[in-house]
């Protein structure tokens, strides 16, 4: 992917779905003479698949002429401890980040369990069907990281700035489309997972919410990507985690259980610090590429 070769990836991965879903047919149930295993069953299929997907990218890399030049030498080269330590020093705030980010909603389901059953199982249907919608977003934060860097290399100001400010706005714009569609559902979505009155009730309120604040949740979530393409981790990344954990999850707990808006609080709270995120993410995407000495960033 940092190459712009995402296709070859994709390929892989769609195999490694498909080999998945086949090998869970065989070994879940026990067709085709094959032990029936149930859930231990689903765990081996699981790991087979993503160990051939993992021997298959790799011989890959080694066998297209395209990828020759960066494996040639590879293993006649000494290693560069200080490559190494530059490389953990960027990734290791991004690691972090994401960490604390799943730690978030993972708390936000938490709250929703210590409201009602229902209300969990409500949450569960809205945020698993704005999570699709986030993981096109996912997919374009990549790209805006791969190619702010491309054009960072290039000491490329304009394009840089262009590269990233494009994948915010089609990110943003995505998940508005996305939203829209879920206003003009959000009544029928939660049918396709219960039948309960309550649930349905529950799920109905929170898809509204979900349609607003998935929008930011794009936007913050591609402009991340953009910053990470520049080589701007800690700082992006500490503005994230203070919207999750500073902004997000007390506003939303004090929604929920002392303003009395119970689930709609804690979707409150998610909207509003992703609105937070998102605005002081491409705040900083903006200044930090103005301000950046292209020069000094390629050497």
């Known amino acids: ?41 689903a765990g081996i299929a699981t790991l087979i698949s993503r160990i051939v997907a993992a021997v298959v990218m790799l011989s890959l890399v080694f066998i297209l002429p395209k990828f020759r030049q960066y494996t040639a030498n590879l293993f006649s080269e000494k290693l560069d401890f200080q490559v190494f330590k530059k490389l953990f020093l960027m990734g290791a705030p991004i690691g972090v980040q994401m960490i604390l980010e799943t730690a978030a909603f993972g708390a936000a389901g938490i709250m929703t369990g210590w409201v009602s059953a229902e209300t969990l199982a409500a949450h569960q249907i809205a945020l698993n069907i704005v999570s699709t919608t986030f993981l096109v977003t996912t997919g374009i934060s990549a790209a805006a990281a791969v190619r702010s860097a491309h054009y960072l290399g290039l000491g490329d100001r304009r394009n840089m700035q262009l590269a990233g400010k494009s994948a915010i706005i089609m990110g943003a714009g995505f998940m508005m489309f996305c939203g829209v569609l879920i206003l003009i ?46 080589g701007d981790t800690t700082v992006s990344a500490g503005i994230a985690i203070v919207a999750y954990w500073l902004v997000c999850l007390p506003l939303g707990y004090w929604l929920c259980f002392n303003a009395g808006l119970r689930a709609n609080g804690i979707w409150y709270g998610l909207l509003f610090g992703l609105g937070v995120a998102s605005v002081l993410l491409f705040y900083r995407f903006v200044t930090i590429s103005k301000k950046m000495k292209i020069k000094e960033a390629v050497l």
């Open 185 to 230: 559902f959000y009544q029928q979505i939660p049918f396709l997972y219960v039948e309960n009155v309550e649930v349905h009730r529950i799920a109905t309120s929170l898809l509204l919410l979900g349609a607003a604040f998935q929008i930011f949740d794009g936007a913050q979530v591609v402009t991340l990507g953009a910053l990470r393409g520049i």
């Open 1 to 41: 992917e940092g190459l712009s070769s995402p296709h070859e990836p994709m390929i892989i991965n769609l195999g490694s779905a498909l080999l998945n879903i086949f090998l869970n047919y065989l070994l879940i149930y026990g067709n085709f003479g094959f032990p029936e295993m149930g859930l231990i069953g």
